[in-house]
């Protein structure tokens, strides 16, 4: 059975309202489309954890930091609804730009601190558009939970940190990583990789790896990032935008593996910005 999909607020809410009069619990996994098994499997969690389960898909306009990237994101809408026919899913909320932003849309929702670093120092404005557009989502599917994958480990953070901060009556779960036979982390920009550049990609996460490893047997921060750095650009990567270790939750800059870890990288191959998160220890 294709999963019904709803393109306006109304029928979202008025869907939303009988659940919730019959005692419901609603789960929402907010999307950005072009699903892969990362995201099939945050709705797997959600229909685990809650009686009904919206999907949304919505390619957030004001996240985009150029017009080419949003022009080049992968939509696949048709091919996203026949993956999530088999998955039970009880709305897939599609909506029309101006349902998100109506005319004269003047607010923006800002986290302070956690979004001044990694992606967030290399992409102005973009966790404004990522905390601002999830806020709209909770409100107007009245989540009880919403489901993240850690593959964006920063935006986890983020929308963790806004729901608390805003009082929103949603949790936010976090979800592993889902990753390719060759240690890939999935991702829907993983399409905009061209052959050859596919076969390179997994490098970043094995340099990762490595450099993981060496960190908990006590290597020096900054040698082991050279190394990993050198190692993607003879794999054909063209840039590294960061590779920091960095406390979880906070996302604080470490030296050393002192406390609970991640090892976060965004890398550039062939066009494409690659991003991706370790545990460390
Ligand atoms: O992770 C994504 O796909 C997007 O950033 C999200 C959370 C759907 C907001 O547009």
């Not at 993956?83 to 932003?101: C, F, R, S």
């Not at 919403?146 to 729901?163: M, W």
């Not at 990567?237 to 002192?258: I, Q």
Request: aromatic content about 6%; some cysteine; overall charge negative.
């Amino acid at each position: 059975m294709t999963a019904p999909i709803v393109r306006t607020l109304a029928a979202i809410r008025s869907e939303v309202a009988g659940w919730k009069r019959a005692g419901q619990s609603v789960g929402v996994v907010p999307t950005m489309g072009a699903l892969h098994e990362g995201h099939l499997s945050l709705v797997r969690a959600a229909k685990a954890g809650c009686d009904r389960v919206i999907v949304t898909i919505f390619v957030n306009p004001r996240q985009f930091n150029s017009p080419q990237d949003l022009a080049d994101y992968p939509r696949t809408e048709v091919e996203d609804a026949r993956k999530l026919a088999p998955l039970g899913v009880d709305a897939v909320y599609v909506p029309d730009p101006e349902q998100i932003y109506p005319e004269g849309f003047s607010t923006t929702v800002s986290v302070a601190g956690l979004t001044e670093v990694l992606c967030g120092a290399h992409r102005p404005g973009h966790f404004d558009g990522v905390a601002t557009v999830v806020t709209k989502l909770f409100t107007q599917t009245r989540a009880d939970r919403a489901y993240f994958g850690e593959k964006d480990y920063q935006q986890l953070q983020v929308v963790t940190r806004l729901s608390r901060d805003l009082d929103l009556p949603v949790e936010v779960v976090g979800c592993p990583t889902i990753r390719e036979e060759d240690g890939l982390a999935m991702s829907s920009r993983n399409l905009l990789l061209s052959d050859r550049a596919r076969v390179w990609a997994p490098e970043l996460h094995r340099a990762m790896e490595e450099m993981a490893a060496g960190l908990v047997s006590g290597g020096d921060l900054t040698a082991l990032r050279a190394d990993a750095e050198a190692r993607l650009l003879r794999a054909g990567f063209t840039g590294v935008d960061y590779l920091d270790l960095r406390a979880c939750g906070d996302l604080s800059l470490l030296t050393a593996v002192d406390r609970p870890a991640r090892l976060l990288a965004a890398a550039w191959l062939a066009g494409v910005r690659l991003i991706d998160n370790i545990a460390v220890g």
